[in-house]
């Protein structure tokens, strides 16, 4: 009997065990797929779509930390927009965000901040965007 009641101890624990396991497990890949401050982490150099740059900006909540995966080179159709107050941050990785340069196409800015929005951006290094800002006149150095 001391035997059989071992066994029924051990089939409950060896259940509980791996549940316990699977729910630490699922835990810990939500925090990283999610972001470590309730953001979103990008996870491809793609333009649009899930695991963009643009797809995390849309799907951000008020004060929100993006994040990436590694080292990224974007090259953005057009310009992303941002409504709400969030943080976009390197995190040490080399990230590039860039406007399309390709003979042809039309140039853009890359990022737009909205009149009640706060941005901060880490560590990102930003080419070939284009402003409203002035441009320096012929013969001028722009000091």
Do not use: K, Y
């Amino acid at each position: 009997m001391g035997d059989s009641s071992f066994f029924g101890r051990t089939v409950i624990i060896i259940p509980f065990i791996l549940v316990s396991f699977f729910l630490a497990f699922a835990t810990f890949a939500a925090a990283n797929v999610v972001g470590e401050f309730g953001g979103c982490v990008v996870t491809n150099d793609d333009d649009a779509g899930p695991g963009s740059l643009r797809q995390c900006v849309l799907d951000a909540e008020e004060g929100s930390v993006i994040t990436f995966s590694g080292d990224h080179a974007m090259t953005l159709d057009s310009r992303i927009i941002i409504g709400r107050d969030l943080t976009i941050d390197a995190g040490g990785f080399a990230v590039t965000l860039q406007a399309d340069t390709t003979p042809g196409a039309a140039g853009h800015g890359l990022l737009t901040v909205g009149p009640d929005a706060t941005v901060a951006v880490r560590g990102v290094t930003l080419r070939h965007g284009r402003g409203p800002w002035p441009r320096p006149r012929s013969g001028r150095t722009g000091r």
